[in-house]
C-alpha cells in the first residue's frame, strides 16, 4: 500500500537555526498539506500546496515559514530560523481530493 | 466556541465494551467528515469517513447529524487493541475551500483486560 514518508524522523536543532523537513508524497496525489502537533495539543493546520503553489495558510505559518515541491517528487517545508516555541510534531499529509493520508511525521526539538 | 469539539475523556472501558464518542462542529458549511485514530506520538490514521446515512465498518459506526452539527462514533466489542486516541475531524467551508483538515482535541480510550 503506497504511503507518505518523511524524514528526518527527528531533528534538533539549535534556536535561530533553518530546518528543512522533507516528505514524499503518494505518486498519483495532488493536493499536499503541513500539520503540526505540539506535545499534548490537538492537530493544526499550517498550509496547503496545490499546482506548484499555496492554497491555503494558516496564521501560524508566517514569514519565517515556506514550502516547495522543487523536483516534482519531493515537499519541503522550511523553518528559516527556529524558536523554541516551533518544538512540535510536523506532519505531511497527501490526497487526490478527500481522504487525507497522513506520514509518521518528523519530531522537531528546538533548543 | 471551538470549531471541532470533543470530550477529551479518558474513557476506560473493559474488553468486550461498547463504547461511543461524541463531537461537535461549529461552521455548518463543513463539507466532510472523518474520525481518525492517533497512537502515541504517531501520525492520525484515517479510520473512516462518516455520511450523512451513517455508515459501518465492522464493529465501528458513525454517524452524522447535519442539523445537529454532531458527529458520533460508536465501537462495538472493545479490544485491547482499540485503545488509542480517536479524533474528530471537519474538512472544507466556505469559498476557495482547500481541504484543509480541521481537527479535535482528541477523545482517549483505554481498553482494559
Known amino acids: 500500500e503506497p504511503e507518505v514518508t518523511q524524514t528526518p524522523s527527528h531533528q534538533v536543532t539549535q534556536m535561530g537555526q533553518e530546518v528543512i523537513l522533507r516528505c514524499v508524497p503518494i505518486s498519483n496525489h495532488l493536493y499536499f498539506y503541513w500539520y503540526r502537533q505540539i506535545l499534548g495539543q490537538k492537530v493544526e493546520f499550517l498550509v496547503s500546496?496545490?499546482?506548484?503553489?499555496?492554497?491555503?495558510k494558516s496564521e501560524i505559518f508566517d514569514d519565517q515559514f515556506s514550502v516547495e515541491r522543487p523536483d516534482g517528487s519531493n515537499f519541503t517545508l522550511k523553518i528559516r530560523s527556529t524558536k523554541l516555541e516551533d518544538s512540535a510534531m510536523y506532519f505531511c499529509a497527501t490526497d487526490r481530493g478527500k481522504e487525507q493520508y497522513f506520514g509518521p511525521g518528523t519530531r522537531l526539538t528546538v533548543t | 466556541r471551538k470549531e471541532v469539539e470533543q470530550d477529551p475523556g479518558p474513557f476506560n472501558v473493559p474488553e468486550g465494551a461498547t463504547v461511543a464518542f461524541n463531537c461537535t462542529y461549529s461552521n455548518s458549511a463543513s463539507q466532510s467528515f472523518f474520525w481518525y485514530r492517533q497512537d502515541c506520538r504517531k501520525e492520525p490514521k484515517l479510520l473512516m469517513s462518516?455520511?450523512?446515512s451513517g455508515n459501518e465498518d465492522g464493529r465501528f459506526t458513525a454517524q452524522l447529524n447535519r442539523a445537529s452539527q454532531y458527529i458520533s462514533l460508536l465501537i462495538r466489542d472493545s479490544k485491547l487493541s482499540d485503545s488509542a486516541t480517536y479524533l474528530c475531524?471537519?474538512?472544507?467551508?466556505?469559498?476557495?475551500?482547500?481541504?484543509?483538515?480541521?481537527f479535535g482535541q482528541g477523545t482517549t480510550l483505554q481498553v482494559k483486560p
Open positions: 462518516v455520511y450523512s
Open positions: 500546496f496545490y499546482n506548484n503553489e499555496i492554497s491555503e
Open positions: 475531524v471537519v474538512r472544507g467551508h466556505g469559498s476557495g475551500n482547500t481541504g484543509k483538515l480541521i
